[in-house]
C-alpha cells in the first residue's frame, strides 16, 4: 500500500467573531465587553492521499473547502488536529515545505500585477531557487499544454481571466512541485479554457505523477478529472469515495427512453418503473443490478415495435445534491 502524500488528521479551525452593537451603549459594550461568537470552519477532517491521486475535494459555498486547503499549504494554523505533506508540516516546516507545493486559487493571483507575465515567472524562479535550465525546460514544456508564449510579455493587470489562470497554472508548476493545489482554477472560464486547463491537469499528473487535490463547483470538472472525491459540508467529511462507486450507491439506476411505433400501446415490465412521455415515447427506470438495459430493450422490443432508443445514466448532479441534502437535515 502506497504511503499517503497528504495526511490530515482531526484537522480543526475555529474562527472568532465580534458581534457589534448599535448606539452608544452598544460602542461601549462592544469597547469593554465584546459579544464573541465562535464559528468552527473545519471540523475533525480526516483523510489520506497518495502519490499521483486527483482527488475532488467538495462541497457547498462555507463547506470548509478553501479553509481546509489554506490549512494544508501552511496560508492557516489548525486549531486542532495536524496535517502532513510528504511527512513535513506546514506549521512547523512551512519555508521547506512550500518549495514541493503548487497553489492556485482561482480568485486571487500569485503573479505580479503591474510586471509582464514573463518577470513574474523570472522572479518566481528566484525565489524558488530554480536553475535556469530546468526553469527553461519546464517553461518550454508549460508553455506546450498552456499557450503562454502568446501573452508572456502583457502585463499581468492587462490579461483576460482565462489568460491569468494559464499563466496562474504555469507559475503554480515552474518549480516541479509534487503536490498541486487548485482552489476553484475554472471558476467564470469559457469553454474552451477550461478545456485547456483540465488538459493541463491530465497531462502533469500522467507525466509527472503529480498529486492534485481540486475543490470546484463545476462538477464537469470532476467527472472529467477525478476518480476519487471527498465532500465536505459544514465543516465535516460526508463522504469519501471513488467517483464511480459514490454514483452506484446514491444512484443504483439508468433511464432508458425508448420511442415506439404509433399504435395503442400499454407497456408494464416488473423491474422497470415507466412514466409516459407523450408522442409514444417512454422513460423505463430500472435498476442495473437487477436487469441490464439489453435485457430490457430486449423484453420490450419482443411485445412492441421501437423506432429509436436512449441510455441515460445517472446524473452525478442529482448525487451531489442527494447527499448535501441529506447531510443538511443531519445537522438540523
Not at 64 to 83: A, D, E, F, Q, R
Not at 215 to 234: E, G, M, P, V
Not at 269 to 278: F, R, S
Not at 296 to 315: F, G, T, V
Amino acid at each position: 500500500m502506497q504511503s499517503a502524500v497528504i495526511l490530515a488528521n482531526n484537522l480543526s479551525k475555529e474562527f472568532i467573531t465580534t458581534k457589534k452593537s448599535s448606539g452608544l451603549r452598544g460602542a461601549v459594550k462592544n469597547l469593554f465587553k465584546p459579544e464573541k461568537t465562535v464559528k468552527r470552519a473545519v471540523d475533525h477532517v480526516s483523510f489520506e492521499i497518495t502519490k499521483g491521486e486527483i482527488v475532488g475535494y467538495i462541497g457547498p459555498n462555507g463547506a470548509g473547502k478553501s479553509t481546509t486547503i489554506k490549512m494544508m499549504c501552511g496560508i492557516l494554523n489548525p486549531t486542532g488536529g495536524n496535517v502532513l505533506i510528504n511527512g513535513m508540516s506546514p506549521v512547523n516546516q512551512r519555508q521547506k515545505i512550500v518549495m514541493d507545493l503548487g497553489v492556485v486559487f482561482g480568485q486571487r493571483s500569485q503573479l505580479y500585477w503591474d510586471l509582464p507575465l514573463g518577470e513574474s515567472f523570472e522572479l518566481l524562479r528566484r525565489i524558488y531557487l530554480v536553475d535556469r535550465a530546468k526553469y527553461e525546460a519546464n517553461l518550454a514544456e508549460l508553455d506546450r499544454i498552456l499557450n503562454v508564449h502568446e501573452f508572456i510579455d502583457t502585463p499581468v493587470r492587462q490579461l483576460s481571466l482565462g489568460q491569468r489562470m494559464r499563466g496562474d497554472l504555469a507559475a503554480a508548476m515552474l518549480h516541479s512541485p509534487s503536490v498541486l493545489f487548485l482552489d476553484e482554477p475554472t471558476i467564470g472560464l469559457d469553454v474552451d479554457v477550461k478545456y485547456a486547463i483540465r488538459k493541463f491537469i491530465k497531462e502533469i499528473n500522467e507525466k509527472y505523477q503529480t498529486t492534485v487535490i481540486l475543490t470546484t463547483h463545476d462538477l464537469d470538472d470532476i467527472q472529467a478529472l477525478c476518480k476519487r472525491i471527498i465532500i465536505i459540508n459544514d465543516g465535516i467529511i460526508v463522504s469519501d469515495s471513488p467517483l464511480e462507486e459514490l454514483i452506484e450507491q446514491e444512484l443504483g439506476h439508468r433511464l432508458l427512453i425508448v420511442e415506439l411505433s404509433a399504435g395503442d400501446f400499454h407497456v408494464t415490465h416488473p423491474k422497470a418503473e415507466i412514466t409516459p412521455l407523450g408522442s409514444n415515447r417512454l422513460q423505463l427506470k430500472f435498476r442495473k443490478d437487477e436487469i441490464s438495459a439489453a435485457a430490457l430493450i430486449s423484453d420490450i422490443s419482443a411485445q412492441y415495435q421501437i423506432r429509436d432508443l436512449q441510455i441515460k445514466e445517472a446524473d452525478i448532479n442529482d448525487v451531489i445534491r442527494q447527499i448535501y441534502a441529506r447531510s443538511k437535515a443531519a445537522c438540523l
